[in-house]
């Protein structure tokens, strides 16, 4: 008990010193952004619905306050590359496209802050964006400023065309330039992407919200596969870095859009879920199938990825490939021990695959009762009715799809 003790004040003690105590994202961040679906699309006589605008971000936080988005919790609506003009203003400032942003970002936070969200912007860490836009490697303390006067709450600090050494402490010099506006701006750092597993990941923790990890996500199965199977394969050092404050970043959701399955998203869904990543969704919520958005709004899902614990799941079986997937949940005074236990197919043989659940593996042994809650519905688990530890469940995989299990020994 005393060792415990003591141990629980050495790891408080870690935790108040060592991680960005700026009070944000106490669980994984929530929200939408728009590289995924929307790209650096800036032709507005084109595409005047679609392209990187204010009436774009105005349309989509209409929907993301209106159809129960924000009820859930997607809170953030984060402005990706391409928005700004091509050179700064005299005075050196980042300036928006005057075209596709006639009333400027200022305007816009207003905006988006009178509907209950909050903006965020991207700015690159190296002289140029991605996109090609000014990056902010010589007026970091500027830019930090800038957007706090904006009103900006989320800053996505991208990595192109920066040197690789120093890149943590010119990450840690941002971050404290954020901090000295006085304004809370949640901050999602590039350089671990960019560094990989070489990246001084302490670093991240002490001075990001949240970071990405790894390489971009784009519109097919595939790209959710390899993330997937990069976080599995690197999970014992990485999960070690993840808790409330600071998250790793596998990144978007890309339900709704053109490359997944209804039965795909599921398993993005899940696989998210359990790693208590970040849910930032990447899609036109003017025009998504309403099958898609009910998975984006499943409220025992975001409930697992955003329990406050913040423990990022495992990988704790692949076999057949059939994978199992376990995160830890607080306990509640109805029940002491609490899991997720996502099953995931990778099998593409048109088989509805049965996979026994032995539920005495999962708990302690003092645990003899469960309730089960089936995220998705699509098994025949009874909510009302009770488990007993001795019971194989058999649960039904769809190929590359997924059930996501609420277990609570009761
Ligand atoms: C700045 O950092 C200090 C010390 O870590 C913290 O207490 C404060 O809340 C931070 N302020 C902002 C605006 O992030
Ligand atoms: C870009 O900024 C320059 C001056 O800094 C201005 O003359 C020009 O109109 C701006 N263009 C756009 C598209 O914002
Ligand atoms: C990471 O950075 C910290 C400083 O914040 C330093 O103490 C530590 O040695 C670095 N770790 C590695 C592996 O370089
Ligand atoms: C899971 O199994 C697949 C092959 O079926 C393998 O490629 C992958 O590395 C395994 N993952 C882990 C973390 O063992
Ligand atoms: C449950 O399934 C496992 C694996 O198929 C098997 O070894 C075990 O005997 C089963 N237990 C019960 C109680 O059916």
């Given at each position: 008990?005393k060792?415990?003790?003591i141990?629980?004040?050495?790891?408080?003690?870690?935790?108040?010193?060592?991680?960005?105590?700026?009070?944000?994202?106490?669980?994984?961040?929530?929200?939408?952004?728009?590289?995924?679906r929307?790209?650096?699309?800036?032709?507005?006589?084109?595409?005047?619905?679609?392209?990187?605008?204010?009436?774009?971000?105005?349309r989509?936080?209409?929907?993301?306050?209106?159809?129960?988005?924000?009820?859930?919790?997607?809170?953030?609506?984060?402005?990706?590359?391409?928005?700004?003009?091509?050179?700064?203003?005299?005075?050196?400032?980042?300036?928006?496209?005057?075209?596709?942003?006639?009333?400027?970002?200022?305007?816009?936070a207003?905006?988006?802050?009178?509907?209950?969200?909050?903006?965020?912007?991207?700015?690159?860490?190296?002289?140029?964006t991605?996109?090609?836009?000014?990056?902010?490697?010589?007026?970091?303390e500027?830019?930090?400023?800038?957007?706090?006067?904006?009103?900006?709450?989320?800053?996505?600090?991208?990595?192109?065309?920066?040197?690789?050494?120093?890149m943590?402490?010119?990450?840690?010099?941002?971050?404290?330039?954020?901090?000295?506006?006085?304004?809370?701006?949640?901050?999602?750092?590039?350089?671990?992407?960019y560094?990989?597993?070489?990246?001084?990941?302490?670093?991240?923790?002490?001075?990001?919200?949240?970071?990405?990890?790894?390489?971009?996500?784009d519109?097919?199965w595939?790209?959710v596969?390899?993330?997937?199977?990069?976080?599995?394969?690197?999970?014992?050092?990485?999960?070690?870095?993840a808790?409330?404050?600071?998250?790793?970043?596998?990144?978007?959701?890309?339900?709704?859009?053109?490359?997944?399955?209804?039965?795909?998203?599921?398993?993005?869904?899940?696989?998210?879920?359990?790693?208590?990543?970040?849910?930032?969704?990447?899609?036109?919520?003017?025009?998504?199938?309403?099958e898609?958005?009910?998975?984006?709004?499943?409220?025992?899902?975001?409930?697992?990825?955003?329990?406050?614990?913040?423990?990022?799941?495992?990988?704790?079986?692949?076999?057949?490939?059939?994978?199992?997937?376990?995160?830890?949940?607080?306990?509640?005074?109805?029940?002491?021990?609490?899991?997720?236990l996502?099953?995931?197919?990778?099998?593409?043989?048109?088989?509805?695959?049965?996979?026994?659940?032995?539920?005495?593996?999962?708990?302690?042994?003092?645990?003899?009762?469960?309730?089960?809650?089936?995220?998705f519905?699509?098994?025949?688990?009874?909510?009302?009715?009770?488990?007993?530890?001795?019971?194989?469940?058999?649960?039904?995989?769809?190929?590359?799809?997924?059930?996501?299990?609420?277990?609570?020994?009761?």
């Amino acid at each position: 008990m005393k060792k415990f003790t003591i141990l629980s004040i050495f790891l408080l003690g870690l935790h108040v010193s060592y991680s960005l105590d700026n009070g944000l994202a106490l669980t994984p961040p929530m929200g939408w952004l728009s590289w995924q679906r929307f790209r650096c699309l800036t032709d507005c006589q084109k595409f005047p619905d679609e392209c990187i605008s204010e009436q774009l971000f105005k349309r989509i936080a209409d929907r993301i306050a209106k159809d129960g988005y924000l009820e859930a919790g997607y809170q953030y609506i984060i402005i990706d590359d391409c928005w700004s003009n091509m050179s700064r203003s005299s005075d050196n400032r980042l300036q928006a496209d005057s075209n596709r942003f006639p009333n400027g970002i200022k305007d816009l936070a207003d905006y988006v802050h009178n509907l209950g969200l909050k903006l965020g912007i991207y700015g690159d860490y190296g002289t140029e964006t991605c996109g090609g836009y000014p990056g902010s490697i010589n007026y970091l303390e500027l830019d930090a400023q800038t957007f706090s006067e904006w009103g900006v709450d989320y800053l996505k600090l991208d990595g192109c065309y920066a040197a690789l050494h120093g890149m943590e402490e010119g990450y840690a010099k941002m971050s404290q330039f954020l901090n000295a506006t006085g304004r809370p701006i949640m901050f999602s750092c590039s350089f671990p992407a960019y560094k990989g597993l070489e990246a001084n990941y302490s670093m991240a923790v002490q001075h990001c919200n949240l970071w990405r990890n790894y390489g971009d996500i784009d519109d097919q199965w595939d790209d959710v596969k390899d993330i997937a199977g990069w976080f599995s394969d690197n999970q014992d050092f990485l999960r070690k870095f993840a808790g409330p404050g600071h998250w790793n970043d596998p990144d978007m959701l890309i339900i709704g859009n053109f490359g997944l399955s209804l039965e795909q998203s599921k398993s993005q869904m899940t696989i998210w879920s359990i790693l208590a990543a970040p849910l930032i969704m990447s899609v036109d919520l003017d025009t998504i199938r309403p099958e898609f958005r009910n998975i984006l709004l499943n409220k025992h899902a975001i409930r697992i990825n955003q329990d406050p614990l913040g423990i990022q799941g495992e990988l704790v079986s692949n076999t057949s490939s059939i994978q199992v997937w376990k995160k830890p949940l607080q306990s509640t005074k109805e029940s002491r021990q609490r899991i997720a236990l996502g099953i995931v197919s990778f099998r593409c043989d048109g088989y509805y695959y049965p996979q026994d659940i032995l539920l005495a593996e999962f708990f302690n042994e003092d645990c003899n009762t469960f309730s089960i809650i089936d995220v998705f519905g699509d098994n025949n688990l009874a909510a009302e009715r009770l488990y007993e530890k001795s019971e194989n469940l058999t649960v039904r995989v769809p190929p590359t799809g997924a059930v996501l299990l609420l277990i609570s020994a009761v």
